[in-house]
Structure formats: C-alpha cells, structure tokens
C-alpha cells in the first residue's frame, strides 16, 4: 500500500502488531464494533502519520472508516516484512488472505475484522479493490526488481491506486470518471513514496525503478545500493520525478467530482505527497543522506488551508 511510515510494527497493549496478531482472536471473544473501531482509530494514530492527519478533517463515522480500511492494509503489508522467512510470510499472508474472506462473510478472527467489515458493506466497497491490494502485497514477496515501468504500474496499482479507489467509495464522488483519476492519484503518490524510500529499500535488496530506466540513464541497481550519487543519479532521478508530476496532474480534477469531506481529505493527502516529491526536487534529488520529510507545521498548515472547504466557505 501507500506507505508512510517504515515502522514494522507497533506495539499495542503488548502485542506487536504483524505476524503475531494474525488469528489470535478466537470467534467466541471477538471485541465489539465500537472497540474494533477504537483499535483501528489507535493503530492509525500511532502508524499513519501522513494520513491520520488528513482523516482528522473527516466527520468521525468517515474518520473512523478509514482508519479501519487503514488497519486492515496495514496489518497485510507488515505481514510481508521484517527478518522472516519469505515461506513464513507467504503463509501469513495467505492465512490473512483467508480471514478476509471470513470477515466479509461475519466470522471474524482480529480485532479489527468488525470494523473492516461493517465499513466494506456500510461504504459498498467493491471486494475486487481489496482482493487487489493483498495482490500487490503479495508482489513485494515474488520480486525484488522490475524490467519495465508497465510491469512497476501494475505493481503501484495494486499497492495504491486500488486503495484510492477504496477510499472514494468512503469519501464519495459524483460519477465514474472519479475511477480513473483516483487510479492516477495512487501512481503518484506510490512513485513518490519509491522515490523518498529508494535508498532504504535498495538496502533491503529492492530496486523499484524499473531496469529500463536505469540502463537509459547508464546507472546500475548495484549503484543505487551503494547510495552513488552523480550526474547520471540526478538525470535518473529528474525523469521519475517528471513522469511522478504527470499523474499528480492527471489525479488533480479528482477533487472537483467528490463530496465535500472527501475534497478536504484528499487534497490534504495530495498536497502532502507533492510536497514530498518537490522536497526531493530542492535537495537536489540527494535521498541517500536521510530520509525526506515534511515538518510537521508544514503537515499543519496543509490541513488549515483546506478548512474554509471543509466548511463549505469554498468551492475547491
């Protein structure tokens, strides 16, 4: 999924979250839907940071609903990291591909499965975008590379554009030409988010800029591991920026076709992700010292400037 922060796990009332929490609750002590949405309300205060601050703006039953479709991707996306076996991931992830099914049809094994559930059919989110985000997950565990920026597409669609198209089922929009835009906006901030991360994720022994791209340019993945930064390094870097601005562009009438929370939540989260990439722009595209980020205060003010919207003072 779109990923913000690299934590992979976190730790509520002692249980880390991942591997460890899948199926440990067994049907006869499921929670309530009122304490499942609580734990996935905590989880994504603790783990989303980019996006909790954009849900704040929510009225609280939308807020709450993605935090539950938040939790759901975030437990299935730390199942495929951290220090175990890729056989041991595999299983995981097909034991919580498995539960899914279950939850969507009321047996329920998380905490959070209640309140994944309710927001699935309360929201009519087609089960095809979810079933295409645990895909995408999966992918992270068959491959380390790809050949061709149409291979990395369909890898950032199913990671990220079928999360956006989740997330406006919730948001709400006026008509279907929303469908395309929101696929536009998940490339853009999935090709963000490899380009803020690329240093640490050569360093994990995966290169997601594709091979073409790098042999056009005359830069190896052996190099990107080795954080060698040169001309060749900005030149690469200065076209996967460009191609990431084209679909921020071609994602910007989404804003026009959604209900009026939805506009607020989804500027917020673009103009975030844009800010990131322009950040890695005026660093002069040097994301091997650290990592890039925005401030807080900046984070802040991009939630403000859409207040008067929120409140229906604008039309975005």
Known sequence: MVKDQQGKGINLKGKKLGRESVGTLSPCRLVSLSSSYTWCERLARQQAGNFYHAFRLLPAPLRRAMCALYAFMRVADDLTDGPQEIADKRLALAEWRQQFEDALAGVYAHPLHPAF?????????????L????DGVGMDLDTDHYDTFTDLYRYCYRVASAVGLACIHIWGFRNEQALAYAE????????????RDLAED????RVYLPRQDLERFGYSAEELRQGCYDDRFRALMHF????????????????E????????VFLVILRTYRGLLEAIVQRDYDVFKDRVRLSRWRKLWLAAQVLPLRWGWLQS
Do not use: M
Not at 240 to 255: D, F, I, M, S, T
């Open 257 to 264: 076709l959604l209900d009026a929370d939805g506009q607020t």
């Open 240 to 255: 996967q920026v460009e191609r990431a601005r084209g679909y921020y562009e071609a994602a910007a009438p989404l804003a």
């Open 184 to 195: 536009s906006a998940g490339i853009a901030l999935q090709l963000t988010n490899i380009l």
């Open 117 to 129: 559930h309710h927001t699935v059919k309360h929201y009519g989110i087609p089960r095809r975008y």
């Open 131 to 134: 079933e295409d985000v645990l």
């Open 202 to 205: 050569a360093a994990r022994g």
